[in-house]
């Protein structure tokens, strides 16, 4: 083995061999340390084009305004992009999958009602309320793959029905009302654990709870994608789905198990959102299944899947944030922010692309 | 040939990142020559002619068509400028029909603005008529097998009637018969006066079509001579820079108990009866034409077909196989015909290798990545993956390095029935030895080797036993050293 990979490292494209070879070990160890380095940051900085994108932005706001550069804002912004990237974190293996998810909104706001009803009318505790709604997004997501790949029906379609669905049945659960409405509130029942509400509003050591749920979550991303068969097989799925299949590697298996994952990040984000709203209902989270993808595609993932990654799209949410925060800061209505977004969606799209291209990553 | 050239480039250049894939490479080629383009895999024989069809740009060089100097800049561009080329691989559009493929951009129109369908058959079969290509020209390309998509390919680009033709490795799909028709097309095409660059990696075709060959190795140009002073070994010496081992180091073998046995293997118009069993250590050849079948006997017994009747017997259990999951479970490994069928193309060289042998590379659903990377290793050295960079997306490779890692994944998924179909298209000469030595390696580990082969020297060095097909049935069966290339054409036409 030793053998070839010294094979391997003295091809002739290799810059090192342009080193004189009279100075001996050191320089030569050097000049190798420097060119390996140097492909570190090829594969790695060039594959970031949104962390640039990201850097510009925080660059520019921090001379446009005053009061965008500083701890505080920073974990405003936090809070305020979380449920966006824990969406996205689950989007991403979706769409890699080369599936997309339309139904992450509704999930979201029936894993909510259902946590939010359980604890509050039903009388449960607070873990099993938890676990409850975290269930029914996994559930949810279980279904969702099992529709997809035993009903052979497109992604969209499916999801776009499972978005309806779950949507109505978290109207049904809420009867349309919020939880805990101020009705059942006059009653004296149907109050908020406290520790639901810290799920979303709460802080360790001064830095937001929502912070470490992200963290947490996109290091278990990157693990799966990067360090698990399961990823493999996403991105050989995703890839070309016919090789995969003749490969040995199976497709519903895949598609289930990453939809699954999906519902339950969508039952997470659902929580997290009760938490900082102090209350649930059957309407949160519209909307936000479109701000997930924008927020995977930002981060250079593929929409036609095989390639991407999570922590592109963690990024991809923290620039939609920024940028809603910067722009409101910089006294911008809400309307152009919408077109700003839209603009700059596909100016990094064509980056991307232009980037890819050139550098053949 | 004496006047000037029709078309001549000058120390083109161009490079990808982390390959010089051209280094100031001159080229002509006169009016009605065949211009054969030679090389190893990965030297640069396809950037080149995509450079000329306007598909890929030069980063600098001139190219000098009839005198003047001309920036193709699209391959629509090529077209207007009388190029026309076929793509190694192929660049037909599966849904829309044989005929739709071949006048793709250009639909003639009848009045009113409206498509001309019955003149557009009727045109369509005609052009397949001069390849004597029996296909409707109605059905969609994705029912066609892959020989027939080349030569729809081929038919398209001639209906253009273009001057300078290129083609890129058009016969490495191509049984014995049809290349033997394209030879005869590419010739009387020579005659009318057009000018044809023709890659290939099989040396025997080019005194048969070529009158100079230029030998291309790392991105530069090593030589040009005319077909007469371009013997075999001179042409290898010049490609591989080194001289080359024994090409088909078959060692024998003794084969043992029978791993894999059909009996009786139907499938309604397609196979008939199909009787043979394949032993540990044993390498079986399936050799037949266009349409024998070969394929659809592999694809039946990887579960990718429907059998009508029939028995399979693994070990001496009978199985049904019904899905490659469940082939794959049985031990079986098949590499497809046409490579992208099997390959991932966004995902790295390693990743691709592996994708068959994850079990082996993990525990408990992690990857091991350090296993995995010496996997991936010892198959690009082995087999020469150039550039050897395992993280390159396997896209960035040439087409015969795709192959390489195609054969790689099955080499070392730990399969114990393996299935090639044409297991070194596209591989060039220098590797092939390479590749059948670890065949070798593999059946004195008791492994079983089913091979299609549209090859007759690989097949009748490599096969220990050789099964002619024709129309679905088995006409004949050979020891290895029985049997002659023609003996073996015979048993199958
Ligand atoms: N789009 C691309 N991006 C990056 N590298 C590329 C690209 N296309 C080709 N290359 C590289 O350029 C080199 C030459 O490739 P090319 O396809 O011309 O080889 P070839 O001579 O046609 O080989 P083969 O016989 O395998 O078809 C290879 O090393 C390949 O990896
Ligand atoms: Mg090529």
């Known amino acids: 083995m030793g053998e070839q990979r010294k094979k391997l490292s003295t091809t002739k494209n290799n810059p090192k061999s342009t080193i004189p070879s009279r100075v001996p070990s050191v320089a030569s160890l050097m000049s190798q340390w420097i060119s390996m380095g140097g492909e570190v940051i090829r594969k790695n900085l060039l594959k970031g084009g949104p962390i640039i994108a990201l850097l510009f932005l925080i660059i520019y706001l921090a001379f446009a305004s005053p009061y965008f550069f500083n701890l505080s804002n920073f974990l405003n912004i936090t809070r305020q992009s979380s449920i966006n990237a824990i969406l996205a974190i689950g989007q991403t293996m979706v769409i890699i999958g080369a599936g997309i998810d339309l139904s992450v909104g509704a999930v979201l706001a029936l894993s909510a009602s259902m946590s939010a009803v359980a604890v509050s009318y039903w009388g449960l505790n607070l873990a099993v309320g938890i676990l409850l709604g975290l269930g029914t997004g996994a559930l949810t997501g279980f279904i969702t793959g099992v529709i997809i790949t035993k009903g052979r029906i497109p992604d969209f379609v499916a999801t776009l029905a499972m978005m309806t669905t779950a949507r109505g049945l978290a109207l049904i659960l809420t009867q349309g009302l919020p939880v805990p409405s101020h009705f059942t509130a006059l009653k004296l029942v149907g109050y908020l654990p406290a520790g639901l509400i810290w799920l979303g509003s709460g802080n360790v050591l001064g830095v937001p709870v929502p912070a470490i749920v992200i963290v947490v979550i996109t290091i278990l991303g990157w693990m799966v994608m990067t360090r698990t068969t399961l990823g493999r097989a996403i991105y050989a799925v995703g890839g070309n789905r016919e090789a995969a299949r003749i490969s040995g590697i199976s497709y519903v298996r895949t598609k289930i198990i990453t939809y699954t994952i999906m519902g339950l990040l969508a039952g997470v984000a659902g929580i997290v959102l009760t938490g900082r709203l102090n209350s649930a209902n059957a309407l949160m989270g519209e909307g936000a299944e479109l701000q997930s993808i924008a927020a995977v595609v930002i981060g250079g993932t593929n929409l036609f899947g095989g390639e991407g990654g999570v922590v592109g799209s963690l990024i991809g949410a923290f620039i939609m944030g920024i940028l809603g925060n910067g722009l409101n800061l910089l006294n911008v209505s809400a309307f152009w922010q919408r077109v700003i977004l839209g603009l700059i969606i596909i100016g990094v799209v064509i980056f991307d692309q232009w980037r890819r291209r050139r550098f053949a990553v | ?493």
């Not at chain 2, 000329?52 to 400028?81: C, F, N």
């Not at chain 2, 129109?109 to 409707?136: C, E, H, M, T």
Request: proline share 4%; with cysteine; charged share 25%.
């Open chain 2, 1 to 493: 040939m004496s006047e000037k050239p029709l078309l001549r480039l000058e120390a083109i250049d161009k490079s990808f990142p982390g390959v010089h894939a051209l280094d100031h490479v001159d080229f002509d080629l006169y009016k009605g020559e065949t211009h054969i383009l030679l090389g190893e895999n990965g030297a640069g024989k396809s950037t080149l002619v995509k450079i000329l069809s306007g598909s890929l740009p030069k980063d600098s060089g001139r190219i000098i068509l009839r005198g003047k100097q001309v920036e193709i800049t699209s391959p629509y561009h090529a077209r207007s400028l009388g190029i026309g080329m076929v793509y190694q691989e192929l660049s037909l559009i599966p849904s829309l029909s044989v005929a739709e493929n071949i006048f793709l951009g250009r639909l003639p129109k009848s009045r009113f603005f409206f498509v001309d369908w019955p003149g557009i058959y009727k045109k369509a079969q005609q052009i397949l008529k001069r390849l004597n290509l029996n296909i409707d020209p109605t059905v969609p390309v994705r029912h066609l097998s892959l020989a027939e998509q080349q030569l729809v390919e081929i038919a398209k680009v001639l209906s253009l009637n273009e001057q300078i033709l290129l083609f890129d490795e058009p016969t490495s799909a191509l049984s014995e018969e049809e290349r033997q028709q394209l030879f005869n097309l590419v010739n009387e095409l020579r005659e009318r006066g057009i000018s044809i660059i023709y890659i290939s990696h099989h040396l025997s075709e080019v005194p048969l079509v070529g009158q100079r060959v230029t030998v291309l190795r790392d991105g530069k140009k090593i030589a040009t001579l005319p077909v007469n002073e371009a013997d075999e070994d001179t042409i290898i010496r010049m490609m591989v820079g080194r001289e080359l081992k024994e090409q088909f180091p078959k060692e024998e073998t003794s084969p043992g108990k029978p791993i894999l046995k059909v009996q009786g293997l139907e499938i309604k118009g397609a196979l008939n009866h199909v009787d043979f069993t394949l032993h540990e250590g044993e390498i079986v050849g399936i050799f037949g034409l266009l349409g024998a079948g070969c394929t659809t006997l592999v694809r039946a017994l990887f579960g990718l077909e429907k059998i009508d009747s029939g028995k399979i017997y693994i070990n001496g259990r009978r199985v049904t196989i019904s899905s490659p999951e469940k082939a794959i479970g049985l031990g079986l490994g098949y590499l497809t015909r046409d490579r992208k069928d099997g390959l991932i193309h966004p995902m790295s060289v390693v990743s691709n290798i592996t994708l068959a042998s994850l079990k082996g590379i993990s525990q408990l659903g992690l990857l091991k990545h350090r296993k995995e990377r010496q996997v991936g290793e010892k198959y690009v050295n082995e087999l020469r993956i150039h550039p050897p960079d395992l993280t390159r997306k396997l896209m960035y490779l040439s087409g015969g390095n795709q192959q390489k890692v195609a054969l790689s994944k099955w080499l070392c998924s730990g399969s114990k029935i393996l299935i090639f179909d044409e297991p070194t298209r596209g591989i060039d000469v220098g590797t092939k030895a390479e590749i059948f030595q670890l065949f070798n390696q593999l059946t004195k580990e008791g492994v079983g080797i089913l091979m299609i082969s549209s090859e007759l020297p690989e097949i009748l060095a490599m096969a220990d036993r050789i099964f002619a097909m024709r129309r679905g049935t088995v006409t004949a069966e050979y020891r290895r050293g029985e049997t002659t290339q023609e003996k073996l054409l015979k048993s199958v036409s």
